[in-house]
């Protein structure tokens, strides 16, 4: 009866758990940096006014959006237009003036071929014409000036962007080049201040000189990733010897005006192109304490755990930075059936284009 002790013989290919197993992907995938920066305005202007007044209307809806030429405030006008009436009428009499000097010098000068005037009178009356000439000039330019003023009393912004609160209301008194009425700040596009490391300084200038366009991707605080794409713009003079980092600035593009100046901002940077990188399907990666790992297919057909370095999510694909080669094959489904290294599987091999989503039906139906 040796039947009865038989022991058991090692574990045949035919019990073996089915698993699918695929061969790593090369893919091209960027480099990207990470820094932290800062969004910040291409254009702020502070609103001073050009002349003194009171405030008699404030014309913008505060916290708005307005455009270059939109009204902001007025400045009582009245005194403005009085100088400018003023200027006018100076200017009538002086052409007026003009027109008797002209005469007179006209007259002077037939006198003197005749010689009935003397020489030093017509002189006289020849300057005289000069000096109301000039004085024509000097009222033209009061008027202008006159007009200009008046014009001022409209103060105006000078750039599209968005509006602060107002800082003088009606009934208070603006001085010209001194008083803040308010500020303006661009929206779109803006910038992206950020500071690297003196290491990234050779690339970044290099970039710049050739002209290429190095893509920088920003994400703020709340955001899941980077859904903001712009160029790397400006690169300083100097590095900041204290800190050993320079300040660089991205400009982005803000038509729907998520950005906001001010805001604390992620941000990614890549420069030059693709470089092919290992990836492997999300869901053959597994965690063994602070260490990820795989499960590498061997030539003897037993899962292996293989212990990785992982960079960042492509899709459902994670880079794997170190621990695999280009040949290897990974277990990408039926990794519950694996209960240590060096179990005996049986491979059911993916193609490659399926091996982050498909599932065989051998593993389905547990065959």
């Not at 970044?204 to 899941?224: H, M, N, P, Y």
């Not at 037993?302 to 990785?308: G, K, L, N």
């Not at 059936?337 to 982050?356: C, N, R």
Request: net charge neutral; with cysteine; charged share 25%.
């Amino acid at each position: 009866m040796t039947g009865c002790n038989k022991e058991p013989g090692p574990t045949t290919a035919a019990s073996a758990p089915v698993v699918d197993v695929a061969r790593v992907a090369m893919q091209p995938v960027k480099a990207w940096d990470s820094f932290n920066g800062r969004i910040g305005a291409m254009e702020t202007v502070a609103i001073l006014p050009r002349v003194s007044g009171h405030i008699t209307q404030v014309a913008y809806r505060e916290g708005s959006e307005v455009k270059a030429g939109d009204l902001l405030f007025v400045i009582d006008p009245r005194p403005y237009r009085a100088a400018l009436a003023n200027a006018r009428a100076q200017l009538e009499r002086a052409r007026t003036s003009l027109l008797f000097a002209e005469q007179q010098d006209r007259r002077a000068q037939q006198l003197l071929k005749l010689n009935a005037v003397s020489k030093e009178e017509a002189e006289q009356r020849h300057t005289s014409h000069g000096q109301s000439l000039a004085e024509v000039h000097a009222a033209e330019a009061a008027v202008a000036s006159a007009a200009l003023n008046l014009e001022f009393t409209e103060v105006r912004s000078p750039i599209d962007g968005r509006t602060s609160r107002a800082q003088l209301t009606r009934g208070n008194l603006a001085v010209a080049d001194q008083s803040v009425l308010t500020s303006v700040v661009s929206q779109d596009p803006l910038y992206v201040y950020f500071d690297p490391d003196e290491h990234h300084v050779p690339g970044f200038r290099k970039a710049l000189k050739e002209s290429r366009e190095t893509q920088v991707r920003i994400g703020l605080a709340s955001d899941e990733g980077f859904p903001y794409e712009g160029d790397l713009s400006f690169i300083d003079n100097q590095v900041d010897a204290s800190t050993g980092t320079i300040r660089a600035r991205a400009t982005v593009r803000n038509p729907e005006r998520r950005l906001t100046p001010g805001l604390y901002a992620r941000v990614q940077l890549a420069i030059g192109g693709s470089v092919p990188v290992i990836v492997v399907p999300e869901r053959a990666i597994l965690t063994d304490q602070d260490q990820q790992y795989v499960y590498r297919l061997s030539p003897e057909n037993t899962a292996e755990r293989r212990y990785i370095k992982t960079g960042r999510q492509v899709g459902n694909q994670r880079v794997v930075t170190a621990g695999l080669t280009r040949e290897d094959k990974i277990v990408v489904a039926g990794l519950q059936q694996i209960y240590a290294s060096g179990t005996a599987v049986t491979p059911h091999e993916l193609p490659p284009e399926d091996s982050a989503l498909q599932v065989s039906r051998a593993i389905l139906i547990g065959k």
